[in-house]
């Protein structure tokens, strides 16, 4: 059963860091595009970040940028998503995707979520004092 499992969520003080894995199993994550979104109650699911298939092309949403890293290891299966500088507006659920779309910015990965194939069954960020 293909499947994509995160973990590495939790609770972080603010300016703290983590580091969330996206493990692929019953596919290879090699031919797939991998992106992260994130969601808070009575809101939408939000693309933060994308990684092209090859791994050459990353896309962060401005809230983001400069903060979290987005990586891909074929050989292990996994997407990562490093975070640092974790602000209280960051705490959310984050799901991580895996699809064969190709995206040149991050407001289209987000039109275009039906695309991700597989999704995540997320995984719980708090950030607070």
């Known amino acids: 059963q293909a499947q994509l499992v995160e973990s590495g969520g939790g609770l972080v003080q603010p300016g703290g860091s983590l580091r969330l894995s996206c493990a692929a199993s019953?596919?290879?994550?090699?031919?797939?595009?991998g992106g992260w979104f994130r969601q808070v109650i009575g809101k939408e699911r939000e693309g933060i970040a994308y990684?092209?298939?090859?791994?050459?092309?990353?896309l962060y949403a401005d809230s983001v940028k400069g903060r979290f890293t987005i990586s891909k290891d074929d050989a292990k299966n996994t997407v990562y998503l490093q975070m640092k500088d974790l602000k209280p507006e960051d705490t959310a659920v984050y799901y991580c995707?895996?699809?064969?779309?190709?995206?040149?910015?991050?407001?289209?990965?987000?039109?275009?979520?039906?695309?991700?194939?597989?999704w995540g069954q997320g995984t719980q960020v708090t950030v607070s004092p």
């Open positions: 990684i092209s298939s090859g791994g050459a092309a990353t």
């Open positions: 995707a895996a699809g064969l779309g190709h995206f040149s910015d991050i407001g289209t990965m987000n039109k275009n979520r039906h695309m991700y194939t597989y």
């Open positions: 019953g596919f290879t994550l090699d031919l797939y595009a």
